[in-house]
């Protein structure tokens, strides 16, 4: 029987949980080492673990990889979502760039002062209901399917319901004008995978808190403090 995916970071969303919502997609069981010390990362990085010295860090099937656009993609393709042709596959990549560069936004949000945070809120918003929301409720009407890419479940469309609710978490009512993404929304969410995964208790992460962003900061301080000097 094969090791389960093992994922190295912090316990919190970050750029691990587009990872997380991916493995939970696909019904795939995944263990967890939270990194809580400077040295735990240092081990890492000591042991040659990080190939560019960053996390995420994922061992799976006898590799550790590195970058998170490169583990996404290998777990979409193993567990079929992501295309039967290069031209599904190319589609794909291009609807997750999109919601990729929407939850790059939010990622340092948690880091950001009161004031800057409101700033950010708004902004968020902004580009949401007026560039990437709009395309997608563009994408999903013209086609009239359940599903971005040929009409079969991929990782553009969990994707695209992770990036939906972190924006809400912002604007509750962000999907108020877009029908289409409202039913995408509840479709997606329905499936048995992706319904276990919104459960509580499931290794779904919460909105990133002050301890979160506390230990962080910990962690990494050493890291960034060597490379600037």
Do not use: C
Request: net charge neutral; aromatic share 12%; no cysteine.
């Amino acid at each position: 029987m094969a090791a389960k995916p093992r994922l190295y970071y912090f316990d919190g969303r970050g750029k691990m949980e587009s990872i997380r919502w991916l493995l939970a997609a696909a019904g795939v069981e995944f263990e967890e080492e939270f990194l809580e010390t400077q040295e735990q990362y240092e081990k890492l990085l000591k042991g040659g673990s990080l190939l560019f010295q960053q996390v995420p860090m994922v061992e799976i099937d006898g590799m550790k990889m590195v970058q998170t656009r490169a583990i996404l993609s290998y777990i979409a393709g193993k567990y079929n979502l992501y295309g039967k042709d290069l031209k599904e596959r190319a589609l794909i990549d291009m609807y997750v760039g999109g919601t990729e560069d929407l939850m790059g936004f939010i990622l340092m949000f948690p880091f950001l002062s009161a004031e800057d945070k409101e700033k950010q809120r708004a902004f968020i918003v902004q580009k949401a209901t007026s560039r990437y929301f709009p395309a997608y409720e563009k994408v999903l009407k013209d086609h009239g399917q359940d599903y971005l890419v040929g009409n079969n479940f991929s990782w553009a469309d969990v994707h695209l319901l992770e990036a939906i609710l972190m924006v809400e978490e912002k604007k509750s009512d962000v999907l108020s004008g877009f029908p289409q993404l409202q039913a995408f929304k509840a479709r997606i969410s329905s499936i048995p995978t992706i319904k276990k995964f919104l459960e509580p208790g499931s290794q779904r992460k919460p909105v990133p808190d002050d301890k979160y962003v506390e230990t962080v900061r910990r962690v990494l301080r050493m890291y960034y403090d060597v490379k600037a000097n």
